[in-house]
Protein backbone atom coordinates (compact mmCIF):
# COMPACT_ATOMS: atom_id res chain seq x y z
CA UNK A 1 0.00 0.00 0.00
CA UNK A 2 0.96 3.37 -0.43
CA UNK A 3 2.76 5.77 2.09
CA UNK A 4 0.04 8.42 2.88
CA UNK A 5 -1.77 8.03 6.25
CA UNK A 6 -4.84 9.85 4.72
CA UNK A 7 -6.26 10.31 1.48
CA UNK A 8 -5.90 14.51 2.31
CA UNK A 9 -1.97 14.00 2.62
CA UNK A 10 -2.03 13.13 -1.15
CA UNK A 11 -1.18 16.36 -3.36
CA UNK A 12 -3.75 14.88 -6.36
CA UNK A 13 -6.55 14.97 -4.26
CA UNK A 14 -5.86 18.22 -2.78
CA UNK A 15 -5.80 19.76 -6.21
CA UNK A 16 -8.32 17.76 -7.16
CA UNK A 17 -10.34 19.53 -4.03
CA UNK A 18 -9.55 22.63 -5.42
CA UNK A 19 -10.51 22.33 -9.20
CA UNK A 20 -13.37 21.22 -7.67
CA UNK A 21 -14.15 24.73 -6.02
CA UNK A 22 -13.22 26.57 -9.12
CA UNK A 23 -15.63 24.07 -10.79
CA UNK A 24 -18.78 25.17 -8.68
CA UNK A 25 -17.40 28.62 -8.83
CA UNK A 26 -17.34 29.39 -12.16
CA UNK A 27 -20.33 27.70 -12.84
CA UNK A 28 -22.41 29.97 -10.53
CA UNK A 29 -21.53 32.55 -13.36
CA UNK A 30 -25.20 33.90 -14.70
CA UNK A 31 -24.81 32.37 -18.10
CA UNK A 32 -23.23 28.81 -17.46
CA UNK A 33 -25.99 28.85 -14.14
CA UNK A 34 -28.86 29.11 -16.44
CA UNK A 35 -26.99 25.89 -18.50
CA UNK A 36 -28.43 23.19 -16.04
CA UNK A 37 -27.52 20.37 -17.91
CA UNK A 38 -23.99 21.68 -18.62
CA UNK A 39 -23.62 22.95 -15.25
CA UNK A 40 -24.78 19.69 -13.56
CA UNK A 41 -22.96 17.91 -16.02
CA UNK A 42 -19.29 19.38 -15.44
CA UNK A 43 -19.74 19.75 -11.70
CA UNK A 44 -20.86 15.62 -11.46
CA UNK A 45 -17.54 15.01 -13.66
CA UNK A 46 -15.28 17.16 -11.24
CA UNK A 47 -16.82 15.31 -7.91
CA UNK A 48 -15.48 12.20 -8.99
CA UNK A 49 -12.04 13.38 -9.67
CA UNK A 50 -11.35 13.35 -5.75
CA UNK A 51 -13.69 11.08 -4.50
CA UNK A 52 -12.32 8.21 -6.54
CA UNK A 53 -8.93 8.96 -5.13
CA UNK A 54 -10.08 8.94 -1.63
CA UNK A 55 -12.25 6.09 -2.63
CA UNK A 56 -9.78 4.04 -3.71
CA UNK A 57 -7.14 4.75 -1.16
CA UNK A 58 -9.65 3.44 1.34
CA UNK A 59 -9.34 0.35 -0.48
CA UNK A 60 -6.40 -0.74 1.25
CA UNK A 61 -4.92 -2.53 -1.58
CA UNK A 62 -2.50 -1.07 -4.37
CA UNK A 63 -4.59 -2.86 -7.50
CA UNK A 64 -7.98 -1.63 -6.09
CA UNK A 65 -6.35 2.21 -5.46
CA UNK A 66 -4.71 2.35 -8.80
CA UNK A 67 -8.66 0.84 -10.84
CA UNK A 68 -10.17 3.86 -8.94
CA UNK A 69 -7.13 6.57 -9.93
CA UNK A 70 -8.18 5.20 -13.04
CA UNK A 71 -11.49 6.20 -12.96
CA UNK A 72 -10.63 9.44 -11.55
CA UNK A 73 -8.20 10.10 -14.67
CA UNK A 74 -11.34 9.71 -16.56
CA UNK A 75 -13.53 12.23 -15.12
CA UNK A 76 -10.59 14.56 -15.75
CA UNK A 77 -11.11 14.14 -19.13
CA UNK A 78 -14.38 14.64 -18.93
CA UNK A 79 -14.21 18.12 -17.11
CA UNK A 80 -11.55 19.02 -19.74
CA UNK A 81 -14.13 17.90 -22.75
CA UNK A 82 -17.13 20.08 -20.93
CA UNK A 83 -14.41 22.89 -20.65
CA UNK A 84 -14.70 23.25 -24.35
CA UNK A 85 -18.41 23.50 -24.53
CA UNK A 86 -17.95 26.17 -21.74
CA UNK A 87 -15.80 28.30 -24.01
CA UNK A 88 -17.29 27.23 -27.47
CA UNK A 89 -20.36 28.98 -25.68
CA UNK A 90 -18.97 31.85 -23.89
CA UNK A 91 -19.54 30.87 -20.66
CA UNK A 92 -16.48 30.89 -19.69
CA UNK A 93 -13.11 32.92 -21.29
CA UNK A 94 -10.02 32.26 -22.43
CA UNK A 95 -8.00 32.71 -19.60
CA UNK A 96 -10.66 30.93 -17.37
CA UNK A 97 -10.68 27.99 -19.67
CA UNK A 98 -6.27 28.06 -19.75
CA UNK A 99 -6.43 27.82 -16.05
CA UNK A 100 -8.78 25.09 -15.60
CA UNK A 101 -7.49 22.77 -18.38
CA UNK A 102 -4.28 23.22 -17.11
CA UNK A 103 -5.13 22.33 -13.60
CA UNK A 104 -6.65 19.35 -14.77
CA UNK A 105 -3.77 18.43 -16.73
CA UNK A 106 -1.79 18.58 -13.57
CA UNK A 107 -3.87 16.76 -11.67
CA UNK A 108 -4.31 13.87 -14.20
CA UNK A 109 -0.46 13.78 -14.58
CA UNK A 110 0.10 12.68 -10.88
CA UNK A 111 -3.08 10.49 -11.29
CA UNK A 112 -1.40 8.37 -13.69
CA UNK A 113 2.49 8.29 -11.90
CA UNK A 114 0.69 7.08 -8.71
CA UNK A 115 -1.32 4.84 -10.57
CA UNK A 116 2.09 3.50 -12.05
CA UNK A 117 3.88 3.98 -8.89
CA UNK A 118 0.88 1.28 -7.09
CA UNK A 119 1.20 -0.80 -10.27
CA UNK A 120 4.60 -1.58 -9.88
CA UNK A 121 4.56 -2.47 -5.83
CA UNK A 122 1.17 -4.64 -6.16
Not at 13 to 23: F, Y
Not at 37 to 42: A, V
Not at 90 to 93: E, G, P, W
Given at each position: MSSFRKFEDILA???????????YQVTRQEEFARDY??????RRASV?????IAEG??????????NFLVMSHGSAAEVQSHLYIALDL????DETFKELYA???????MIMALCQHLLKTA
Open positions: WQKARMLTKRVGLRDQIPIMANFGRKTNKEFATYIDLVDEISL
